[in-house]
């Protein structure tokens, strides 16, 4: 692991994901156009220059493979393997999602019209996930991550993510922030589900901006759910249906939790008015996963945790070769730049969510 600091990973009692950020950098004048200096550097390497050639092989290979699934699910029948395709199709749907995400950081093309469409068709048709409310909620995290109540990713939800959230839970919230390191892998298999209705409930209750652009994204998300639960229907026998869409779904959900999980969980936490400078603020809060081609492809890019946050609209091919220049930045202006091994990610992630729960655990003394 190469930080700016000698950093080692995180111990039960040196964990950074603390209520308050620690230190973030020496004061000063010059802070605030450390990024500026880095962000030159970047454009000068051409690291956020649009690459049409690898998204255009990325979204062809990617429709083949939902093709392909949904043709063996076709051929297969009504037929207990097809549990097999509904494992095959939570590992497409979450590369779908990815490319979704991509579109909607307009990563993909110069247009804000085509990255719209595109994110439209992979988020809202193909995988049905609602593509407005997600880049709502999705930039807001990006502006503050990490931060008591600004990062809608660390807000009141199925998971306590601080201390202040588990303190306020009662009843069976407070059941499951008390168990949530061991709750946190089985109810990622919900997390799908509860995308679904976040993104459809969103979209029903929004009653400003454009008409037209809601009525669409509302008959993408209806032409999913139709085309999906009538392929069921017809397919498969009700038994097979349900479990054919527990098997996928869960799946889907579980894939997509993995890969958002490292990211920021225990990773330093800002209080609302901490004061703090962009570069320091990404940086600081973000976890990069070490690993080669596969793991950039496993992970959808998002393993470059610390590159995406500072230029959300870099290329998903352009992070690795970004990561260089950009730890190396961060090494000159003592930014702490942490990188750690997948499982001990996971392991970060556990720690962190036990010891928040761990004031609910009365046989415990915290």
């Avoid at 156009?33 to 390497?45: E, F, N, Q």
């Avoid at 997390?191 to 669409?216: C, D, I, K, Q, S």
């Avoid at 609302?272 to 996963?289: E, G, K, P, S």
Wanted: charged share 15%; hydrophobic share 40%; glycine share 10%.
């Amino acid at each position: 692991m190469t930080t700016a600091r000698p950093q080692t990973e995180p111990t039960d009692a040196e964990d950074p994901g603390v209520e308050a950020c620690p230190q973030s950098g020496p004061s000063g004048a010059g802070r605030g156009s450390d990024y500026a200096v880095l962000s030159r550097k970047v454009r000068r390497a051409g690291l956020l220059d649009r690459r049409p050639g690898y998204y255009l092989g990325k979204i062809g290979s990617n429709l083949l493979l939902l093709a392909a699934g949904w043709t063996a699910f076709a051929l297969i029948g009504r037929s207990w393997w097809q549990l097999l395709v509904a494992v095959f199709l939570a590992g497409v749907f979450t590369q779908t999602a990815f490319l979704g995400h991509d579109a909607g950081h307009q990563q993909i093309s110069k247009s804000k019209r085509v990255n719209v469409l595109l994110g439209r068709l992979h988020g809202d048709l193909l995988v049905g996930l609602s593509l407005s409310w997600w880049v709502s909620k999705h930039n807001r995290h990006h502006a503050h991550p990490n931060q008591v109540d600004r990062d809608p990713d660390i807000a009141d939800g199925a998971l306590a993510l601080t201390p202040a959230v588990a303190r306020a839970r009662c009843g069976p919230a407070a059941w499951v922030a008390r168990h949530q390191a061991w709750l946190f892998f089985p109810m990622l298999l919900l997390e799908a589900f509860n995308l679904h209705l976040a993104g459809a409930r969103a979209l029903l209750v929004r009653t400003t901006g454009p008409r037209t652009p809601r009525l669409m994204e509302a008959s993408l998300l209806t032409a999913h759910l139709g085309g999906y639960g009538t392929a069921l229907w017809w397919v498969l026998s009700p038994a097979q249906a349900v479990c054919f869409l527990l098997v996928q779904q869960g799946l889907f959900g579980l894939y997509m939790g993995c890969s958002f999980a490292p990211n920021h969980k225990g990773m330093p936490i800002f209080t609302t008015n901490h004061q703090i400078d962009y570069l320091r603020r990404q940086v600081l809060t973000a976890r990069n996963i070490r690993g080669g081609r596969i793991t950039d492809f496993v992970f959808g890019g998002l393993n470059y945790q610390i590159e995406h946050h500072l230029f959300p609209s870099m290329p998903r091919p352009n992070l690795r070769r970004a990561q260089k220049l950009i730890r190396a930045h961060c090494a000159q202006h003592d930014v702490a730049y942490y990188e750690t091994g997948i499982l001990s990610s996971y392991a970060q992630v556990l720690r962190h969510l036990h010891r928040v729960g761990g004031p609910l655990r009365p046989e415990l003394e915290y």
